[in-house]
C-alpha cells in the first residue's frame, strides 16, 4: 500500500488534538484534587520551537517559578515541565490544604511535587491511550528558580542536538 503524503501542518494538528486530550484529562485531574473545583485550560500551543526562544514561552528567562519536571522513558523519550508562579502556588498549596503552609518549606514542596506527579501522569495515561505507547515517568523533581534556568538544566540532561524541539504548552486557571 503506497504511503499517504501527510503535510507537517496536518502532523501539527494531530499533535494539538492529542495535547488537547492529555490536557483535559490533566485538567479533570486538578480540578478532582481541588474538590472539584472548575479548572479552565488554553487549547494547546503547539509548536517546533527554537531553543533560545524556550524560556519566553513560560513568562520569560528571568520569571521567578516553581518548576516540577518529570523525566519519561518510552519508545519516545521526554521531560514532562509544570511551571508555577509563587503566588499561584502558594493559593495551590491552600487550596488542597485548607492551611497556609510556606510553598518555600517541606509541606508546601510536597504538595508541589504531588499535584506536578498527578497533572502529568494524568496527561501521559491519555497519550498512552491514544498512541498505544507504554510511558514510564521518573519521580518527579522540584526547582525554584528563574525559568530559563529551569529549562536550561531539562535541556541540558537531555542532551539536545537539534536547534528546535517540539513544544506543547497548555495554561490552566
Keep these: ?8 501542518e496536518f502532523k501539527l494538528d494531530v499533535l494539538k488534538e492529542m495535547g488537547n486530550i492529555g490536557a483535559g484529562n490533566a485538567a479533570t485531574a486538578l480540578s478532582t484534587l481541588l474538590n472539584y473545583e472548575r479548572v479552565n485550560m488554553h487549547v494547546p500551543e503547539v509548536s517546533f520551537c527554537p531553543l533560545v526562544d524556550i524560556p519566553d514561552l513560560m ?13 519519561v522513558f518510552s519508545e519516545v523519550s521526554f521531560y514532562a515541565v509544570f511551571l508555577i508562579d509563587f503566588e499561584s502556588a502558594q493559593t495551590l498549596v491552600a ?15 510536597s504538595v508541589l511535587l504531588e499535584v506536578g506527579n498527578i497533572v502529568t501522569a494524568s496527561y501521559l495515561n491519555a497519550l498512552s491511550h491514544l498512541t498505544n505507547l507504554t ?12 525559568a530559563g534556568a529551569i529549562l536550561g538544566t531539562v535541556l541540558a540532561e537531555t542532551n539536545v542536538a537539534e536547534d528546535h524541539i517540539l513544544v506543547l504548552k497548555t495554561t490552566f486557571v
Excluded at 95 to 107: A, I, K, R, W
Design 1 to 8: 500500500m503506497p504511503e499517504l503524503p501527510i503535510s507537517e
Design 95 to 109: 487550596s488542597l490544604t485548607g492551611h497556609d503552609y510556606p510553598v518555600m518549606e517541606e509541606m508546601g514542596r
Design 59 to 71: 513568562g520569560g528567562a528571568e520569571k521567578s517559578v516553581f518548576g516540577i519536571y518529570i523525566r
Design 135 to 146: 510511558f514510564l515517568p521518573d519521580p518527579p523533581l522540584l526547582a525554584v528558580d528563574m
